[in-house]
């Protein structure tokens, strides 16, 4: 019992973490890699983001983490976060005398900048603060995706932790002009959810506002 409590600790820990990864996205240099998306201020506004939480899934006491319901039996959990994006901002007088720009600018809006390598770096250093060098993190898939018209990104990574569990995550990171949707999957070796987390990425939605 002991084992498996860490366990599902160290599982909501690691999904913090990617949704720290993906709010720095902002403070990162950017890339000089290729980019596969259009200008996030060219995207369509969302409304919300919905999907469907496997049978035996439930909320947890942490914002928007759902866990199964032997937790921490069974260590699986999903996470879903929000980010919203910096709109033009009104200015006060004394900003305007500053010469201050209501336009929100491009160091602020980083997130269709995101590339592999740029992931891959942020991710590594996050899990080595953790674990130390022994989180064996891997970035195994990073592919660009497009959801009922919005433009994202889908990243398949694996880690281990300090008990030696080998950790799987598949995460789904969604863009529009107002809103960063973001979902992650994680489960361990030993957790029988993958059927049912294809399930539920396959039920992924964007609405925008019309």
Not at 23 to 49: N, R, Y
Not at 164 to 169: G, K, P, S, V
Request: glycine residues 6%; contains cysteine.
């Amino acid at each position: 019992m002991e084992i498996r409590t860490k366990i599902g600790k160290q599982f909501i820990k690691v999904a913090a973490l990617f949704i720290a990864a993906v709010l720095s996205i902002e403070t990162v240099p950017f890339s000089k890699g290729i980019t596969a998306h259009a200008s996030i201020k060219e995207m369509d506004k969302a409304w919300q983001c919905t999907f469907i939480i496997p049978e035996g899934f439930v909320q947890s006491k942490d914002k928007g983490v759902y866990v199964n319901k032997h937790y921490p039996l069974e260590s699986a959990n999903i996470s879903y976060s929000v980010t919203e994006i910096p709109q033009d901002r009104v200015l006060t007088n004394q900003e305007k005398a500053e010469g201050k720009d209501a336009e929100t600018t491009d160091e602020d809006l980083r997130y269709d900048e995101l590339t592999a390598d740029m992931y891959e770096e942020i991710q590594k250093e996050n899990y080595s603060a953790l674990y130390g060098e022994a989180a064996g993190y891997t970035l195994e898939n990073f592919e660009g995706i497009t959801i009922d018209g919005f433009t994202g990104y889908k990243i398949t990574e694996s880690l281990t932790g300090n008990d030696e569990q080998r950790i799987h995550q598949v995460a789904y990171i969604i863009l529009s002009s107002n809103k960063i949707f973001t979902i992650v999957y994680s489960r361990a070796d030993d957790d029988y959810f993958e059927e049912a987390f294809e399930e539920s990425q396959a039920s992924i939605h964007v609405r925008k506002i019309q």
